[in-house]
């Protein structure tokens, strides 16, 4: 009989245990991202993306910036990240900066080493389909850690936390998001990036 207990309780641990999921691998939306004390700049902005995890490539816009303030600038980036390269555009100017990209691109998935951190809900439970289910996983690499939201069971990220040693944290909020890339041109750098 103790063993029959125990062979009941294990099982239902081992229910409790969330299995990995794979966000999808191609979306466009907006992001609500808000930097405090790390060089990115502005602190607090809204950002329209097009993600393109299958060929490793991200588009992202300046919306606008919580926080205006005079002479700040708006910028298109496009991140290519199998041929290295980052494409800068100034929006008012048009001005074209192109770099190399030295860090790896980062899924927005539950990365391999991350451990459960728990599920919530987000909204109001006692009224019919009006809550959401997400799930929590946190990792480390070298000292910055990560955090990532996603919703349960389909996957959609929801947060990405990434806390930078001493004092810093970057906060990716995903809202809007619709399946697919509408338009593969928008990965395009516009011909100011040929000159």
């Not at 555009?89 to 048009?94: G, V």
């Not at 069971?153 to 947060?159: A, G, H, K, N, S």
Request: glycine share 4%.
């Amino acid at each position: 009989m103790t063993f029959f207990v125990a062979l009941c309780c294990f099982v239902l641990a081992q229910a409790q245990i969330p299995t990995r999921c794979d966000p999808p691998k191609q979306w466009e939306g907006k992001i609500h991202r808000v930097a405090r004390g790390s060089s990115v700049k502005p602190e607090n902005e809204r950002v329209k993306v097009s993600y393109d995890e299958t060929n490793q490539r991200v588009r992202e816009i300046t919306e606008s910036p919580f926080t205006p303030k005079p002479g700040q600038e708006t910028y298109e980036v496009i991140y290519l990240h199998k041929t290295k390269r980052e494409y800068r555009i100034n929006l008012a100017t048009r001005k074209c900066n192109v770099s190399t990209i030295t860090r790896p691109f980062m899924s927005l998935g539950i990365p391999p080493s991350a451990t459960f951190n728990g599920f919530a809900s987000l909204g109001v439970h006692a009224i019919s389909e009006q809550s959401l289910n997400i799930q929590e996983w946190e990792t480390s690499v070298y000292d910055n850690r990560f955090s990532v939201v996603l919703t349960t069971p389909d996957c959609i990220p929801v947060q990405y936390t990434h806390y930078i040693p001493p004092s810093s944290t970057i906060v990716s909020t995903y809202f809007d998001l619709n399946l697919g890339i509408n338009d593969e041109s928008v990965f395009t750098p516009p011909s100011e990036c040929n000159q």
